[in-house]
Structure formats: structure tokens, C-alpha cells
């Protein structure tokens, strides 16, 4: 160690509490807790705070612990929350992205937990990805952003749902029916319905539309410069 440096306690003698206003460089070691405030830093390119473990077990490490040490624990209260931050151009701090968690239920053996994540869209923070104990939840207040699952096979837009409207496009981004599937894959159908079981009540395809009474088109068929090719139509009355 330089002069400069100062030791505080040793392994007989330690300090209860040690207090610092800024600390500007170096690192600090613990084996207890520590409690501070704000860990600040100008220098661009650096890390703020590295939490290390040099445990050469297999068990888990550096980890971090976010406990709501209540005494009297409800439904639904916030266990932990991360704010991402940063100034808008009215050198206002915004609050960019926020990552939420709560414990739905506190009854013990059966308890459950909820995470939220949201995302600032047009100055309102937005609720994009809400995980239940019964259900995952995608843009649960059905804004206008659209949902897509891509594939190293097809690329972009393997699976996409058209939020304007609420069409879905299988590989393709812009569905114009409820359910559209674009392919272009050589020698093999667009599309297969099995349901099989060697028995006399397993059912093909159920097709309902059109009025009670009049004229339906069940089915259309068109070339692939979309020419008809005829359709099944059924009338009744």
C-alpha cells in the first residue's frame, strides 16, 4: 500500500460505522452490509458499481437482494422497483424504462408474485410486459404497437400481430385478413390440419360464415397472380 492509504480496523479490530461524503476512486470491500445513498461518477465509459464474488463454489454469486421488510404485508405491494433515468431535451429527468415487481398474493403457501416492465411511449410511461402467476400479458394497455416473433428460417415477421387492427401475419407484416400465412417454401403445403386418433369422431375443418339466410362463400381459390379459380358457396333461407 502507498502513504496515502488508510486502514480502517483489522481482522480483531473493525469499525461499527464509517461515514464518507464522496468517495472518488478505489473500491470498497465488505463482508457486512452497506447502506448509501447515491453512487455518482462523471467519468464517461465506466462502471458505476461492480458487485464481485470470488466464491469458487458452484453456488450463486455476486447476488442481488431486494427485500420489502414489511411488518404488516398486503396484497399486492411493491417488493422492488429499478428506474432507468436520464434528461429529455428540457434538461428534465425522465423516467425512460421501470421494472416493477409486487407480491400479488402474501398468503403464506400460496403466494404469488407479478412483473411489470413499462416503457416511456409519447411521454406516458406504458405498461409493454406483465407477468402473472396465471397469464403473461403484451402491451396490456393496448396501445398501438405491434408484436412480432422472428425466425432464423424465414427472417423478420415469422409471427406478427398487426396492433391497428388486430390482424396476424404468419411471414408476413402486413396481413390484410384476420388470419393471413404467406409461404414460399417448394414442395410442401402452406398449411396441414391433422387431428387423427383411428376414430370416427376425430373432425377435419368447421367453416361457419354469412348470413342465416341468403348466399356464403365458404371458400375462394386463386392462382398466385390471384386469379379465381372458383370457390364453395352454400345458400340457404
Known amino acids: 500500500q502507498s502513504d496515502s492509504d488508510v486502514d480502517l480496523g483489522s481482522s480483531s479490530v473493525r469499525w461499527k460505522d464509517a461515514y464518507t461524503d464522496t468517495l472518488t476512486t478505489g473500491a470498497v470491500t465488505a463482508t457486512g452490509t452497506i447502506s448509501c445513498g447515491v453512487i455518482s461518477s462523471s467519468i464517461s465509459d465506466h462502471t458505476n458499481l461492480a458487485l464481485i464474488s470470488t466464491n469458487a463454489d458452484a453456488t450463486a454469486g455476486p447476488r442481488i437482494e431486494l427485500l420489502r421488510n414489511s411488518a404488516s404485508p398486503a396484497d399486492s405491494d411493491v417488493c422492488g422497483e429499478i428506474s432507468f433515468q436520464a434528461k429529455n431535451d428540457a434538461d428534465e429527468y425522465v423516467e425512460?424504462?421501470?421494472?416493477?415487481?409486487?407480491?400479488?398474493?402474501?398468503?403464506?403457501?400460496?403466494?404469488?408474485?407479478?412483473?411489470?416492465?413499462?416503457?416511456?411511449?409519447?411521454?406516458?410511461?406504458?405498461?409493454?410486459?406483465?407477468?402473472?402467476?396465471?397469464?403473461?400479458?403484451?402491451?396490456?394497455?393496448?396501445?398501438?404497437?405491434?408484436?412480432?416473433?422472428?425466425?432464423?428460417?424465414?427472417?423478420?415477421?415469422?409471427?406478427?400481430?398487426?396492433?391497428?387492427?388486430?390482424?396476424?401475419?404468419?411471414?408476413?407484416?402486413?396481413?390484410?385478413?384476420?388470419?393471413?400465412?404467406?409461404a414460399n417454401v417448394a414442395s410442401v403445403y402452406a398449411m396441414k390440419i391433422f387431428h387423427d386418433g383411428n376414430n370416427v369422431n376425430r373432425y377435419g375443418l368447421k367453416i361457419q360464415c354469412g348470413a342465416d339466410d341468403g348466399d356464403q362463400v365458404f371458400a375462394a381459390f386463386e392462382d398466385g397472380d390471384g386469379n379465381s379459380h372458383g370457390s364453395i358457396q352454400g345458400s340457404s333461407g
Not at 424504462?97 to 411489470?116: F, M, R, Y
Not at 403484451?138 to 404497437?145: L, P, T
Open 96 to 182: 425512460i424504462i421501470d421494472i416493477k415487481a409486487s407480491i400479488a398474493d402474501v398468503t403464506d403457501g400460496t403466494e404469488d408474485g407479478l412483473l411489470k416492465i413499462r416503457t416511456m411511449r409519447g411521454g406516458t410511461l406504458r405498461e409493454s410486459l406483465s407477468i402473472y402467476d396465471y397469464q403473461t400479458v403484451f402491451n396490456g394497455e393496448s396501445q398501438d404497437i405491434d408484436f412480432r416473433i422472428d425466425s432464423s428460417g424465414f427472417g423478420t415477421h415469422n409471427f406478427f400481430l398487426q396492433a391497428s387492427n388486430g390482424y396476424i401475419g404468419i411471414q408476413t407484416d402486413t396481413p390484410e385478413h384476420p388470419l393471413q400465412l404467406n
